[in-house]
C-alpha cells in the first residue's frame, strides 16, 4: 500500500536554527497537510496546502512557519528560527481530495527537538 | 473551536475482551468522525469513520457509535487480540471540501494481555 514518507525521522537543532522538513505525498494524493504533537499534548492542526497554496492554517502557524512543494514531489515545513517550544513530532498527511470520503494518510513522524 | 475530549487515557484489557473508547466533542457543527490507530514508531492510520447521518458502523471486530444530540462517539473493539495494543486517536471534521482538517482527542494507550 503506498506510502507518506516523512524525512528526517529525527532532527534535533539548536534554537534560532532554520530546520526544513520533508514528506512525500502518496501519488495521487492532491491534499497535504502538517499536524503536529508536543509530548503529552493532543496532535494539532497547523496547515493544509492544495493547488501550490495554503487552504487553511491554525494560530499556531505563523510567519515562523511556512510550506511549499518546490519541484512538485517533496511537500516542506519550514520552521525559520525555531523556539524551544518547537520541539514536538511533526506529522505529514495527505489525502486524494479535500472531502471526508477521502481520508487522510499520515507520515511515520519527524521528531524535532530544539535545543 | 472544536475541543475534543477523550476516555479513558490508558486501558488495559485481557485477550479476548472488549475494549470501548469514549470521545466528547464541543463543536455542534462537527459532521465526520474518524478513528486513527498509531502504532509505536509509525504514523497513525484510519481504522473506521462515521459521518453524522448515521448512528453505528461496524466493520469486522471494530463498530464505532454516535450520538450527535449528546455529542459523543465511541470505538468498541471486540475480542481483543495483542495485535490491537496501540494509541487511539478520535478526531472530528466540519464539512468542507477544502480539506480535512481534523481536531484530535488526546489518545488512548490500549494494552492487550495475552
Known amino acids: 500500500e503506498p506510502e507518506v514518507t516523512q524525512t528526517p525521522s529525527h532532527q534535533v537543532t539548536q534554537m534560532g536554527q532554520e530546520v526544513i522538513l520533508r514528506c512525500v505525498p502518496i501519488?495521487?494524493?492532491?491534499?497535504f497537510y502538517w499536524y503536529r504533537q508536543i509530548l503529552g499534548q493532543k496532535v494539532e492542526f497547523l496547515v493544509s496546502?492544495?493547488?501550490?497554496?495554503?487552504?487553511?492554517k491554525s494560530e499556531i502557524f505563523d510567519d515562523q512557519f511556512s510550506v511549499e512543494r518546490p519541484d512538485g514531489s517533496n511537500f516542506t515545513l519550514k520552521i525559520r528560527s525555531t523556539k524551544l517550544e518547537d520541539s514536538a513530532m511533526y506529522f505529514c498527511?495527505?489525502?486524494?481530495?479535500?472531502?471526508?470520503?477521502?481520508?487522510?494518510?499520515f507520515g511515520n513522524g519527524t521528531r524535532l527537538t530544539v535545543t | 473551536g472544536e475541543n475534543v475530549e477523550q476516555h479513558p487515557s490508558t486501558l488495559s484489557v485481557q485477550e479476548g475482551d472488549s475494549a470501548v473508547i469514549k470521545c466528547t466533542y464541543s463543536?455542534?457543527?462537527?459532521?465526520?468522525f474518524p478513528w486513527y490507530k498509531q502504532e509505536l514508531g509509525k504514523g497513525s492510520q484510519l481504522i473506521i469513520d462515521?459521518?453524522?447521518?448515521?448512528g453505528e458502523k461496524k466493520d469486522q471486530r471494530i463498530a464505532v457509535t454516535l450520538n450527535k444530540t449528546a455529542k459523543h462517539f465511541s470505538l468498541h473493539i471486540t475480542e481483543t487480540q495483542p495485535e490491537d495494543s496501540a494509541v487511539y486517536f478520535c478526531?472530528?471534521?466540519?464539512?468542507?471540501?477544502?480539506?480535512?482538517?481534523?481536531?484530535f482527542g488526546g489518545g488512548t494507550r490500549l494494552m492487550v494481555k495475552p
Open positions: 498527511a495527505t489525502s486524494r481530495t479535500g472531502s471526508h470520503n477521502s481520508p487522510l494518510h
Open positions: 501519488s495521487n494524493h492532491l491534499y
Open positions: 496546502f492544495y493547488n501550490n497554496e495554503i487552504s487553511e
Open positions: 463543536d455542534s457543527a462537527s459532521n465526520y
Open positions: 462515521i459521518r453524522s447521518n448515521v
Open positions: 478526531a472530528t471534521a466540519r464539512a468542507n471540501n477544502a480539506g480535512n482538517m481534523l481536531t
